[in-house]
């Protein structure tokens, strides 16, 4: 707790002692306290409504009699001081009592203030009401009026320094407040960056993991070729070389030989493309949907004529894409509803796109984009149990007989892949005998503009 002593500041109070050191007053103090306190704690409080003073504002509801008693006691200390020639310790222990803000329900800057514009003030004007029931003679009114002049002089000027005081520790205590919690801000910035450094390790761990990975697959994937080509080419030269020499059963050997590696072939294939199915960058470009469905159809054209499958498309929009990913995507897509088509009906596939509002898509739950491209594929081939629509994107998850309906797996792996790789997602429905849809959702950037014709 600070106090606020007259000794302890400036050099003006050095001189305070002898500037509060008075030759008439007291004895005028001691009048007033003898015949005149009551008198002059009602000139008090009536100079101190007409003034208006703000410490009145807490006694509105007391009566001038209730005010008088509560006061009394602090006016007759005040008088008592000024009569013994006391008034330093008096002031004193005042400024301490609102350094220290013992009076309840006070703001001790108001009453400070108060006392600094008013309170001296106020005290002149009542011992000069009073001055003229104690003396008469011209030289000692005027000596009073001097002293009551110093007093209220002195009593601003040693509040206005107890006041700076105050605001001071204020500061101070502020300041202290301020510099905890900014070590605190501190702290945390340094526990933040720690976090972020491990994130960043963990990062580049990961990164490196992908990376081994991928050139894993990737070495896997030739060193594995190699091997199976000489297979390939051999098991074909024995044919062409002639089979006559070859028993039946030898020959239906090379034939499972041949299939088998031309399946192995697809399997390396499939997992050359998954492994190099990356989110790259740099690849993306404006692409137009069309075109890439153009070619993708130029791809498939040996299966559509066979099959002599029914492409049904509204226009696609332009986006930025990673093209060759998108022709993968649609390339798998509508090969699959080529392949899974029902024996004996005309394979017809219907490939449409729109842009949906996230809250409107199902199931979306904290998705970062506001819109998306919806591009859906329907078809009407063997369609699947809906409750597959998960598992069929998983690696190596096949629904169907292997002997009759070729693959690897991995197609719809890869289209899961691709369309994370662009920051959507892709959801599957199906009905046995029916059909299946394959729904895409790719974000729209804000950036972008787009001319869809709306299909849904
Ligand atoms: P696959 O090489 O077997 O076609 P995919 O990953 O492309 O591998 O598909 C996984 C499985 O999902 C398929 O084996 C098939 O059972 C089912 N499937 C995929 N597309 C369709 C479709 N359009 N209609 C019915 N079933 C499908």
Redesign the pocket.
Known sequence: MTSFSLNKTSNTNSENENKLHFQYLPDFAQFILETHLEDYIRMAIQFSREENVPILKLFSDYTDNQLVELGRDTHRNFLLALANNQIKSYIESLLNNYISNTMPKLDQNDVMAEDITVGAFLRRKTFRFLLPGYTSDPFLLNSIIDEVDRLTTWTELISYEAYIDIQKNKLKSINSELTQTLDELQNKTTQLESLNASLESKNSELESINKELASFNYIASHDLQEPLRKIQIFANRIIENGTQDFPDETLSYFDKIIAASSRMQELID?LLTFSQTTANNDKFAHTDLNSILEDVKIILSPAIDEKKVIIETTHLPELYVIPFQIQQLFL??I???I??SREGIIPHIRITSAIIKTEKIIGAVNLPAKKYIEISIE?N????KQE?SEK??GLF????NREK???????????KKIVNNHNGFII?K?SPQN??V?YVYLPIAKTETYSVHLSI
């Open positions: 499939d798998n897509l090969n699959n509803s392949k899974y078809d081939g063997i369609g699947f597959y069929i994107f998850q096949r629904l169907h309906y070729s693959g690897t797996g991995l197609g719809l792996a890869i289209c599957a199906g059909g299946s394959f």
